[in-house]
């Protein structure tokens, strides 16, 4: 999380599964019947092999990939046939750093005076389902009051990827994740809770006992993995970017119990000395990193972490002014990151961490391709299928969605892409989903079949 919650809420309890009760009556994804899909006359990008295989015919049954051949498959008359003929089939997209509610909506948004929970849930709603159509099958969520339209978009209440919940991010006082308004004090000596938390957006958490509590919170309601602040943010008042957070004991402490249930811990942290005490308490993944030094990356690869990280950009619409001066050594270390990251060959993630600015969920696609500055079609369509795939599997079994994700192998979860032209020649196809998105396929049913609108 980039930003920070400098104005109180005026919302209360947001009360969510009422709210997606009341939309489950409006909103209801009804699908085509048929047995299973064929995709014939198709080229294959399998997501970690650099070439694209021609001609082949892919059967998928139930939410599975059942066959893949390179002669024709056998159909029943309740089969919906694909024509592929100068498409390729490749993995669903995955972003592993979403705020799928906060990224959906503006601080004004949170601020208004009499706003309704449910006007807030609408736009929650149209911003997911924007985000399956625009090729994100899956995505990995890293804060947020998360857990009810995972449910909905589950149930098929609400369109939306698959998601990888972390729940509220846990946060030390006066830590990143700390969304407390000046007037706000702390519950340890005053009292109430702060409205953040009761909103499900953060826990604030200080010592052992607190954070193991805050970890189990968030395992109790589904968390597939536990994401925790380590160190200063770029937009906060109270955080300076250079400071470090949570003792060691207290990470520690998250990862034991992360680890209790067969989970990881990830952290928020730019600088090499939260880096190198996350890692050292037991740390999986490491979320921005864009100060970090060789010394650090050295260790990061060492000790086979995970570097999730992103492309910022400087600036953007509302930006103030404090926040663009902070936010300048990020964007500067982010082009040292990129490269050096790739050079040393350590376990690479991609997100857009898109936070109370939904205007730039326009812009998923395009944000993927910013990474053409140091990676070639294959290394960034690598990234977000096989390799952000790898990323979603370290949650083990706490992982919502059994089978392989990221891939197109027989026994894979079938979501799919079908791609008019091949994005391994000419990468800026993903930039406009809308046209060269012919098929949608998430578990197996069809998200979207431009077949069936446009013929052809
Ligand atoms: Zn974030």
């Known amino acids: ?34 047995e299973a899909v064929v995709f014939q006359n198709v080229a294959v990008f399998n997501g970690s092999t650099n070439k694209v295989l021609a001609n082949q015919h892919v059967l998928i049954k139930g939410n599975q990939i059942a066959v893949i051949s390179a002669t024709p498959i056998n159909v029943t008359p309740k089969t919906k046939v694909i ?27 949170m601020m208004m005076p009499d706003v309704k929970p449910e006007d807030l849930y609408k736009k929650v709603f149209v911003e997911s389902e924007k985000m399956v159509l625009q090729g994100f099958t899956s995505v990995r969520d890293v804060g947020g009051p998360i857990f009810d339209l995972k449910k909905a978009i589950d149930n098929g209440v609400a369109k939306g990827p698959r998601i990888w919940p972390s729940g509220a991010m846990i946060s030390q006082t006066a830590g990143h994740g700390d969304l407390r308004s000046p007037e706000e004090r702390s519950r340890r000596f005053f009292g109430p809770i702060s409205r953040a938390e009761n909103f499900g957006a953060t ?7 607190e954070v193991l509590t805050a970890v189990r919170e968030n395992l109790r309601f589904g968390a597939s993995q536990i994401k925790l602040m380590a160190g200063g943010g770029t937009s906060s008042a109270y955080d300076p970017v250079d400071v470090t957070q949570y003792t060691f004991d207290e990470m ?18 730019y600088t090499p000395r939260a880096i190198e005490r996350a890692i050292k308490a037991g740390v999986k993944c490491i979320e921005h990193g864009q100060l970090l030094d060789e010394k650090t990356m050295r260790l990061i690869k060492k000790n086979k972490v995970w570097l999730s990280t992103q492309n910022l950009v400087s600036d953007t619409p509302d930006m103030d002014p404090l926040r663009r001066e902070k936010r300048k050594p990020v964007i500067d270390g982010q082009e040292t990151l990129w490269p050096l990251a790739k050079k040393m060959k350590v376990q690479l993630a991609w997100g857009t961490d898109f936070l109370f600015e ?28 096989y390799d952000n795939g790898r990323l979603l599997a370290l949650s083990g079994n706490r992982s919502p969605y059994k089978g392989k994700i990221g891939v197109i192998e027989v026994g894979a979860l079938a979501d799919l892409l079908l791609v008019d032209g091949n994005p391994l020649e000419d990468i800026d196809l993903i930039a406009q989903p809308e046209n060269n998105f012919w098929v949608i396929m998430k578990d197996g049913q069809l998200v979207k079949n431009k077949f069936a609108v446009d013929g052809k």
């Open 1 to 34: 999380m980039r930003q920070f919650f400098t104005h109180q809420f005026y919302l209360g309890k947001f009360f969510l599964s009422s709210v997606f009760f009341l939309l489950a009556t409006v909103q209801v994804w009804t699908q085509e019947a048929y």
């Open 83 to 109: 024509d592929g003929t100068g498409k390729t089939l490749i993995p669903g997209l995955i972003d592993v750093h979403v705020h799928m509610v906060f990224g959906s909506l503006t601080m004004r948004d």
């Open 203 to 209: 826990f604030i958490a200080d010592g052992r006992d």
């Open 252 to 269: 520690r402490a998250a990862v034991e119990s992360a680890e209790d249930w067969g989970t990881y811990v990830t952290v928020h942290a």
């Open 358 to 385: 939904p205007w730039l969920n326009e812009e998923r696609n395009q944000y993927l391709l910013k990474l053409k500055k140091w990676f070639t079609p294959y290394e960034i369509l690598k990234m977000a299928t």
